[in-house]
């Protein structure tokens, strides 16, 4: 594995960025609309007679994580669209750079992602609305890796469906990881849903994280069973997402559609 190919890689799409005000305002945007309207929301229901501090707590803090696991995925499924709608992928994949470089870059490029809607949301939290995630502690770093963990799991179950169906799944870069915000837990505790959706939860590694969360803040501290239930998910989903697209990608490569995707 070869840095400066992942370096050239991740360079790529930083130039993206330096050259479109669009796609960093991206960045900041959404992150800075979905703080400000739940900080709000929050501020109202305290006023209706809630105490302020468990809801300002619950919300902002489940919205930050939230965002975690969504730049996670897109980090790493809309990076690699970006080199579908710029026809370069053929022109990576015919290039020495190995896939496992590729992937390895499209994780760092989501970091980045995420450090930077993370930075921003913190910081906001912070000072519009008196919320201090580190509050969180040493759980904060587990919290963000399983949330990573599982967006890129996502992520690569996106890159397998474009390669596999080609541009017109597009759309799950966008849509697919809120199919899992509803039985995540993010603003309300798993045991509020109804039994169907809850046998679903336990299946689904960022609802362990997310109840982790509210335990921590409520209790300053956390059951290890809620982390180890996300880290043992999480490895099985990664790992066989990751088998499902080298899988799909061999078999682009046997039928040579890699150059027909985004024609």
């Known amino acids: 594995m070869n840095p400066r190919r992942i370096y050239a890689v991740i360079l790529r799409q930083v130039f993206l ?8 305002l ?5 992150p800075t609309v979905d703080l400000l309207l739940w900080g709000f929301i929050t501020i ?9 501090p468990p809801y300002a707590s619950f919300f902002l803090g489940g919205l930050i994580l939230w965002n975690i696991l969504l730049r996670a995925q897109q980090g790493v499924s809309v990076s690699f669209l970006e080199d579908i709608w710029a026809r370069n992928l053929i022109n990576l994949f015919v290039s020495p750079l190995k896939i496992s470089e590729y992937l390895v870059a499209l994780v760092c490029i989501s970091l980045i992602k995420v450090a930077f ?3 921003v949301m913190s910081f906001l939290a912070s000072l519009c609305f008196g919320f201090q995630v ?8 587990l919290f963000v890796l399983n949330l990573c963990a599982m967006g890129w799991a996502i992520g690569l179950v996106t890159m397998s469906a474009i390669l596999w169906f080609g541009q017109e ?14 039985v995540s837990g993010v603003f309300y505790p798993v045991e509020v849903l109804p039994e169907g959706l809850r046998q679903v939860a336990t299946i689904v590694p960022a609802s362990y994280v997310f109840e982790g969360m509210r335990e921590v803040l409520l209790a300053k501290s956390l059951n290890l069973s809620l982390l180890q239930k996300a ?5 099985f989903y990664l790992s066989g997402s990751l088998v499902l697209f080298l899988t799909v990608y061999r078999k682009a490569l046997e039928k040579g559609t890699i150059p027909k995707i985004g024609e």
Do not use: Q
Not at 134 to 141: A, C, D, N, P, V
């Open 44 to 52: 109202y229901l305290a006023r209706g007679g809630a105490s302020l």
């Open 134 to 141: 580190f509050k969180l502690g040493f759980w904060l770093l």
């Open 231 to 235: 880290f043992l998910l999480n490895l």
């Open 17 to 24: 960025y330096r050259r479109s005000f669009t796609r960093v």
């Open 169 to 182: 799944a597009e759309i799950l870069a966008w849509a697919l990881a809120f199919l899992f915000l509803p």
């Open 117 to 119: 809607a993370f930075g």
């Open 26 to 30: 991206d960045v900041f945007y959404w």
